[in-house]
């Protein structure tokens, strides 16, 4: 079982910037792959970014690409989303991920095991 803490959420202006931080119970944090997922009030959860275990693979949404940056330090089992020129569009509640597995659909959010609690990113225009 693994737990994920996500941190880092709140409100900023249009055009500012947030870093989230999500950190895991995981013995061996580097085997997993981790996502940032969002959920918008009446949408369907969406995928923003992910990255490999070895930290060596990134993706990103169309929506994020340039301004998010997913990045890890598995010494310290966590994983980062550096998001810059924020949009109100981008508000929503961002949850973290987990997969062990080596092969699945990383940007499917059906396809990871575990899932933090999430934490609430409200951009104001």
């Known amino acids: 079982q693994v737990q994920l803490v996500e941190s880092g959420g709140g409100l900023v202006q249009a055009g500012g910037s947030l870093r989230l931080s999500c950190v895991a119970s995981a013995r061996t944090f580097s085997r997993y792959a981790m996502g940032w997922f969002r959920q918008a009030p009446g949408k369907e959860r969406e995928f923003v970014a992910a990255i490999r275990g070895s930290g060596g693979s990134t993706y990103y949404a169309d929506s994020t690409k340039g301004r998010f940056t997913i990045s890890r330090d598995n010494a310290k089992n966590a994983v980062y989303l550096q998001m810059n020129s924020l949009k109100p569009d981008d508000t929503a509640v961002y949850y973290c991920?987990?997969?062990?597995?080596?092969?699945?659909?990383?940007?499917?959010?059906?396809?990871?095991?575990?899932w933090g609690q999430g934490t609430q990113v409200t951009v104001s225009s």
């Open positions: 991920a987990a997969e062990p597995s080596l092969h699945f659909s990383i940007r499917v959010a059906g396809s990871y095991d575990y």
